[in-house]
T-cell receptor, first 113, second 110 residues
Framework: GAGVSQSPSNKVTEKGKDVELRCDPISGHTALYWYRQSLGQGLEFLIY????????KSGLPSDRFSAERTGESVSTLTIQRTQQEDSAVYLC???????????FGDGTRLSIL | KNEVEQSPQNLTAQEGEFITINCSYSVGISALHWLQQHPGGGIVSLFMLSSGKKKHGRLIATINIQEKHSSLHITASHPRDSAVYIC????????????FGKGTHLIIQP
């Protein structure tokens, strides 16, 4: 498709498990962003990729969170030893470059039991 | 860190009314985005602007860089405009992610 694709759309897992969230950006978009939207909270920035490198990881909330991007395309956000406070919608966005309009995926709704 | 404030937090209006949503930020920016989020979560980028005014259909966005303020206007509002409208700023210079306001929940009643 032409848009940003995220999978899975929903994920329910038990506390303590690891989860992996996937983002397929729009083809040719070099910039990729991960955001989080917790229930009743606003959106917050997690990490940004330019190509395959992540010059800005300032938003990752703890060392349980990591992300990688390969082939200047697909990105995965991994959360290890999940906690209940990790429950949120995780959104991915991509753009042609920094400072360009960002296109958002539909998000992954993560629920930690 | 940039602080982004939106007002009002909630707005209910009648179909046909002119709607204004305001956004102010604390630190100079490279660009400001207006986003729309419908129930179910999908986010659509409405505008990105760094100066002046942009118009798309019934939507108008303005920004005053000196005053660090932007407004989103909806003319001839319609129930399908009901959504959360989010202001987000891009500061650049190494702060590459967007900083978001908390959103304005708009309901247009028929």
């Amino acid at each position: 498709g032409a848009g940003v694709s995220q999978s899975p759309s929903n994920k329910v897992t038990e506390k303590g498990k690891d989860v992996e969230l996937r983002c397929d950006p729009i083809s040719g978009h070099t910039a990729l962003y991960w955001y989080r939207q917790s229930l009743g909270q606003g959106l917050e920035f997690l990490i940004y990729f330019q190509g395959n490198s992540a010059p800005d990881k300032s938003g990752l909330p703890s060392d349980r969170f990591s992300a990688e991007r390969t082939g200047e395309s697909v990105s995965t956000l991994t959360i290890q030893r999940t906690q209940q406070e990790d429950s949120a919608v995780y959104l991915c966005a991509s753009s042609r470059g920094t400072g360009q309009p960002q296109h958002f995926g539909d998000g992954t709704r993560l629920s930690i039991l | 860190k940039n602080e982004v404030e939106q007002s009002p937090q909630n707005l209910t209006a009648q179909e046909g009314e002119f709607i204004t949503i305001n956004c102010s930020y604390s630190v100079g920016i490279s660009a400001l985005h207006w986003l729309q989020q419908h129930p179910g979560g999908g986010i659509v980028s409405l505008f990105m602007l760094s100066s002046g005014k942009k118009k798309h259909g019934r939507l108008i966005a303005t920004i005053n860089i000196q005053e660090k303020h932007s407004s989103l206007h909806i003319t001839a509002s319609h129930p399908r405009d009901s959504a959360v409208y989010i202001c987000a700023v891009y500061s650049g210079g190494g702060a590459d992610g967007l900083t978001f306001g908390k959103g304005t929940h708009l309901i247009i009643q028929p």
